[in-house]
DNA sequence: CCGGCGATTGACTCGTCAGTCAACGACCGC
DNA sequence: GCGGTCGTTGACTGACGAGTCAATCGCCGG
């Protein structure tokens, strides 16, 4: 029967499937490679994939909604929190580059195949993908009534820019385009936030 | 003979496959649509497309080429000009953006299948689309030399943020995830410019 | 008119994979 | 140790689409 430890076991299969593919998708990219590649990597017999997973779809589907909900429910959690908005911004940063720096491999794969990839897998993610900004935008939003934040910008137009500005920065460091490190990690967090709410303009 | 006029018809075939290939692109994807869909929507045979191009990367690679190299272009310019810097970035934000209320579906293409897909079509490309980011970090480099711009924020990292924002503010007006039209793009050129060297913080 | 050359056509080839499925194996309860 | 269930295997199929190529067209110079 379908006992505890049968259920572990597939569990445990099933995490074995996704680590490979996270593996495979950011080393070839999801386009470019082939479910036996997965199955290789996992140590597992090609059909074996499809045991677990309806479609080579299904498997990036799974590794995009676990993460991108961890995200969501980050953002709703923070600005449900009594903090000064720099702190809450600073708050949603650290968590996306601290998860870059925990999976960088997972990351590049989230990004480059279904955030950036809005035409192919983005399109069946918009709606989870645009909860992110909205949680965004209300927190800008909050920020703006407590007169923390200029109300001349609007706050879908803030998000926008300040997620941008991670993403893109996420992104050179995914592609070697700018150094990434420990260090780098830590600057960045208040570099972005520094830029997006104190400005480029000398004082 | 490779008269004149011959030449003339063959470059107006040529961008009647491209502009074909722009629509199908924009409508349904690179990877998505077939080399039979460029040539029905362009009202030509199938190989003819092969007479033109040496493959349907080969015409990817054509319209991103040539728009982006105008981008380049613009931004080495405008460095050169005696401008404030605020001014600069306008304008090449201004360039951006009007580049998308000329021709949205060029744009959608090269942002959604080459600058936002570094793995499959940006690889081949990063050179080129990192001399735009070394572009705009030595435009800040001279602000903060002239002691226009704060210094503790990198230009590598300004130049990341500030392409971000407005990359992501385009892909927000691709999805329909903000409205788009004449008033929101000129408000749009101002907002990023404004954010990035202004900031969002209430003064 | 004719010969020739480049433009144009579209049926065909050929490789590639996603997904299927019939068979095998390991474990468990009886 | 027997039968059954579920995990596991990997060869196979069927679809699909990029790129080829031999045949045709139409223009132009002689």
Redesign the interface.
């Known amino acids: 029967m379908a006992t505890a430890k049968n259920g572990a076991a597939a569990a445990e299969r099933r995490r074995q499937i996704l680590d490979a593919a996270v593996r495979v998708f950011a080393r070839q990219?999801f386009?470019?490679c082939r479910v036996s590649d997965i199955a290789d990597e996992a140590g597992v017999a090609y059909g074996l994939v499809y045991h677990y997973f309806r479609s080579k779809d299904a498997v990036l589907d799974t590794l995009f909604r676990d993460r991108w909900s961890l995200m969501t429910a980050l953002i709703e959690d923070v600005d449900r929190q009594d903090l000064p908005v720099r702190d809450k911004l600073h708050a949603i940063t650290s968590f996306i580059i601290d998860s870059y720096r925990h999976d960088p491999e997972l990351m590049k794969v989230i990004i480059?195949?279904v955030t950036?990839?809005?035409?192919?897998f983005?399109?069946t993610h918009?709606t989870e993908i645009?909860k992110a900004?909205d949680g965004i935008a209300t927190i800008?939003e909050h920020?703006q009534a407590a007169?923390?934040?200029?109300?001349?910008?609007?706050s879908?137009?803030?998000a926008?820019?300040f997620?941008?500005?991670?993403?893109?920065?996420l992104?050179?460091w995914?592609?070697d385009?700018?150094p990434f490190g420990e260090v780098e990690a830590e600057q960045?967090k208040t570099?972005?936030v520094?830029?997006?709410?104190?400005?480029?303009?000398?004082?």
């Open positions: 990219g386009h470019t480059v195949e950036r990839a809005a035409n192919s983005g399109q918009l645009r900004y800008v920020g007169g923390e934040l200029r109300t001349d910008i609007t879908q137009f803030a926008m820019a997620y941008g500005a991670i993403e893109q920065v992104t050179s995914i592609f385009l700018l960045a570099l972005i520094e830029t997006i709410c104190g400005g480029l303009d000398a004082k």
